[in-house]
C-alpha cells in the first residue's frame, strides 16, 4: 500500500510540468498571429483604443511578466473576461462555471453508454471468435470507430427526430430526453474501440493455463467466463476509462454544436466565430485540466490493477 | 587506401540497408494483396483519388457554379441532388475530396517530418536532450490532436495553409513515439556500432541503419494518420475553423446542410457517406498492412 501511495504523488508531481506547459501553450497561442491586440480589439476601435488595449492587458511589458502575470491571474481563478458581442466584459470563469455541469453531464452519461455497450458487446464478441456474428460485431466497431461524430449526430438526428418524431433535435427543452441523442453520439465511436479492447483481452485470458484447468474441473462454462475470465479480462478495458476522457473532450465540442447543447464545446465553438480569444483560451485550458486529469487516473488505476508498474 | 575502403564498406552497407527498405515495400505488395482489409481500403483510396484528381476534367458541373435548379433531389442530371444555392452536390463532393485528399495528406507528411527528426534526435542521442523532446512528445501524445488543432487553427485563424499546419503540429507525437523507440533499440544493434567503427557520422547512421529499420511502422501509422487528418480536417471546417467557404469541403457541406435536413436530406448524407467510406478505407488499409507487415504491433492503437 506504501508503494502505491509514494506511486500516486510521484504521478501527481510529475502532472505539474505539464499543467505549467499547457497554460504556456495557451498562453502563447495569441501570439501566433503576430499582435495579440489584433485578437482582443473590435473592428470599429481606434488607434487611441488599441493603445488602451494595450496597455490595458499589460501588452506594452515584456513577454514573461505577461506569461507570470497570465499564471497568477489563473491561479486566482481569473481567466480575463469575455470580448464577445453578447457578453462583453462578462468574466471567462464564470461563463465556464454555468456550462461546465451540462458538458460534464453529457460527458457521464456518455461514457456509460460507450462502456455499457462496448464490455458486453466484447465479451459476445470472443465468445464466438471467428464467427458470422463476431464478424458483424467487427464490422460495426470498424464502421462506428471511422464515422466522424458531427456526420454520426446528424444521421442519428435525421432518423429519431426527423423520420421517427421520438427524440428531440436540439437544446436541452426535451428533459432527458434531449440528452439521449448527444450522449449517444458521444459514446458510440468508444464503445467501438471497448468492443475491439475487451474483445482481444478475453480471447487472450480464455487461451490462459487457469481457465483450461477451471474447464477440466468440470466448472459450468457460465461460471468460467463471467466468474474467472471476465474478472482478469476486464482489467486493461477499465484502466484506460481515463485516456478515455481525452477522446471524451474532443468529441464534446463537436457534439454539442452539432446539438446546440449548451456546455463548454458550444462555448469554445461559439467563441472561435466570435473571435472571444479569452474565452477560447480559458475553454481550452479548463477540457486540457480534464484531459491531464483523466491520464492521472488512468495511471493511478493501472497501478492498482497491476502492482509490478508501482515499482517502476 | 584504408580510407577508400572504409567509404566503400559504408556506401555497401547503406546499399544494404536501401535493399532492406526495399524489401518493406516487396512486401507489402506480395502479402498485402492476400490481406482482404488491405485489397477492399486500398481500391477505396484509389478510386477516391481518382476521382478527385481528375474531377475538373470529368463532364459534371463546377462546384461554384450557381444553377437555377434550387435544393433539387437527385436526379439523373445532378447525381447527388443540389444544393440551397443551386450547385450539384456531386461535383462539390468530388471537389470536396480534393481538399480533404490534399490537406490530410500534407497534414500527415509535414508531422511524419517533424516526428521522425524529433523522434530520431531524443532516442539516438539520449540524455538531457532526449529528456527534453520526450517530454515535449509525452505532453503532445497525451492531448487529443483534434483538441490541440482546433486550438491552434483557431489561434491562427482559418485557413486552408493554416489546418495543415495546425494538424500537422498536433499530430507529430504518434510518429515521434515510434521513432524514439525504434532509434533507443536499433542504436544499441551490432550493425550500428560496426557502422560507427567505420567512420560514419551521427547523421549518416540515422538516416541510413535506424531510419529504415523504422519504415514498416510509419507507413502503417500514417495510413491511419490520413484517416484521421481527414477526420480532423473535416470536423474543423464542421465547426468554422477550417475550410472556408466558398472551398468546397465535406465538412462545411455537411454544416450548411444542416438546417435543410428535413426537406433536403441529401446535401449533407451525400457528403457524408462519402467522408465515412474515404476515412473507412484509409483505417482498413492501415489496419491490414498492421497485420501483414507485423502482427507484434496489434496493440499500439488502442
Known amino acids: 500500500m506504501a508503494d502505491l501511495i509514494s506511486y500516486i504523488i510521484r504521478k501527481v508531481i510529475l502532472a505539474i510540468p505539464v499543467i505549467v506547459l499547457a497554460t504556456l501553450i495557451v ?24 493603445q488602451d488595449i494595450r496597455e490595458k492587458y499589460g501588452f506594452d511589458q515584456p513577454i514573461i511578466v505577461q506569461y507570470g502575470r497570465f499564471l497568477v491571474n489563473l491561479l486566482h481563478g481569473d481567466f480575463g473576461s469575455s470580448v464577445a458581442q453578447g457578453t462583453t466584459g462578462t468574466s471567462v470563469s464564470s461563463l465556464i462555471v454555468q456550462k461546465l455541469p451540462l458538458t460534464l453531464e453529457l460527458m457521464a452519461i456518455g461514457l456509460t453508454i460507450s462502456y455499457s455497450l462496448g464490455i ?24 462506428a470507430y471511422a464515422m466522424p461524430s458531427f456526420w454520426l449526430g446528424i444521421l442519428l438526428m435525421l432518423v429519431f427526430s426527423v423520420y421517427l418524431h421520438v427524440l428531440p433535435t436540439e437544446g436541452t427543452v426535451g428533459g432527458l430526453k434531449s440528452i439521449i441523442l448527444p450522449a449517444l453520439t458521444l459514446g458510440l465511436g468508444n464503445a467501438a474501440l471497448t468492443t475491439r479492447m475487451m474483445r482481444s483481452s478475453m480471447l487472450e485470458v480464455a487461451r490462459q493455463d487457469y481457465i483450461t484447468q477451471l474447464r477440466s474441473r468440470g466448472l459450468r462454462e457460465r461460471d468460467v467466463i463471467f466468474k474467472h475470465a471476465m474478472k482478469n479480462a476486464i482489467l486493461p478495458v477499465i484502466t484506460v476509462i481515463g485516456l478515455d476522457i481525452g477522446w471524451f473532450v474532443g468529441g464534446a465540442v463537436i457534439v454539442e454544436t452539432v446539438f446546440s447543447w449548451p456546455g463548454i464545446g458550444m462555448l469554445i465553438t461559439d467563441s472561435i466565430t466570435g473571435s472571444d480569444f479569452p474565452t477560447v483560451q480559458g475553454c481550452i485550458l479548463v477540457l486540457a485540466f480534464f484531459v491531464i486529469l483523466g491520464n492521472l487516473t488512468a495511471d493511478i488505476l493501472y497501478a492498482f490493477a497491476d502492482p509490478r508498474v508501482r515499482l517502476g | 587506401m584504408t580510407r577508400i575502403r572504409a567509404g566503400l564498406s559504408d556506401r555497401l552497407l547503406s546499399w544494404r540497408m536501401l535493399g532492406g527498405a526495399r524489401q518493406t515495400f516487396v512486401d507489402i505488395s506480395t502479402r498485402g494483396r492476400k490481406n482482404g482489409m488491405v485489397v477492399i481500403g486500398f481500391t477505396i483510396i484509389l478510386v477516391i483519388t481518382l476521382l478527385a484528381v481528375l474531377s475538373p476534367w470529368l463532364p459534371i458541373a463546377k462546384p461554384t457554379v450557381l444553377s437555377p435548379d434550387l435544393t433539387q433531389g437527385p436526379s439523373s442530371s445532378h447525381w447527388f441532388g443540389t444544393d440551397q444555392l443551386g450547385r450539384d452536390v456531386f461535383s462539390r463532393v468530388l471537389w470536396g475530396a480534393r481538399v480533404s485528399l490534399t490537406v490530410a495528406t500534407l497534414a500527415i507528411v509535414f508531422s511524419l517530418l517533424i516526428g521522425v527528426i524529433m523522434g530520431l534526435t531524443a532516442g539516438y542521442y539520449g540524455g538531457a536532450v532526449d529528456y527534453v523532446i520526450a517530454g515535449t512528445i509525452d505532453l503532445f501524445w497525451t492531448f487529443p490532436a483534434f483538441l ?42 551490432l550493425f550500428v556500432e560496426a557502422s560507427r567503427a567505420l567512420g560514419a557520422n551521427n547523421k549518416r547512421i540515422m538516416f541510413t541503419h535506424v531510419l529504415p529499420n523504422c519504415i514498416a511502422p510509419l507507413i502503417v501509422w500514417a495510413s491511419v494518420g490520413v484517416a484521421d487528418a481527414i477526420t480532423i480536417e473535416s470536423s474543423l471546417s464542421f465547426l468554422g475553423a477550417g475550410t472556408q467557404p466558398p472551398t468546397p469541403s465535406w465538412g462545411y457541406m455537411l454544416h450548411s446542410g444542416l438546417p435543410a435536413l ?25 489496419d491490414g498492412l498492421r497485420d501483414v507487415l507485423d502482427p507484434r504491433m496489434k496493440g499500439l492503437r488502442r
Open chain 1, 27 to 50: 498562453f502563447l497561442m495569441l501570439y501566433l498571429t503576430g499582435d495579440p491586440v489584433q485578437q482582443l480589439r473590435s473592428p470599429r476601435d481606434s488607434p487611441q483604443d488599441i
Open chain 1, 120 to 143: 458486453p458487446l466484447g465479451v459476445f464478441s470472443a465468445l464466438r471468435q471467428n464467427s458470422w456474428k463476431d464478424r458483424s460485431v467487427m464490422v460495426f466497431t470498424l464502421v
Open chain 2, 148 to 189: 490541440l488543432a482546433l486550438a491552434f487553427a483557431a489561434a491562427l485563424g482559418s485557413s486552408l495553409t493554416n489546418v495543415i499546419i495546425a494538424i500537422s503540429i498536433s499530430y507529430w507525437a504518434g510518429f515521434a513515439r515510434l521513432m524514439r523507440g525504434q532509434a533507443l533499440s536499433v542504436r544499441e544493434r
Open chain 2, 262 to 286: 428535413q426537406e433536403a436530406p441529401w446535401i449533407s448524407t451525400f457528403p457524408g457517406i462519402v467522408l465515412l467510406i474515404t476515412v473507412l478505407g484509409f483505417n482498413l488499409l492501415g
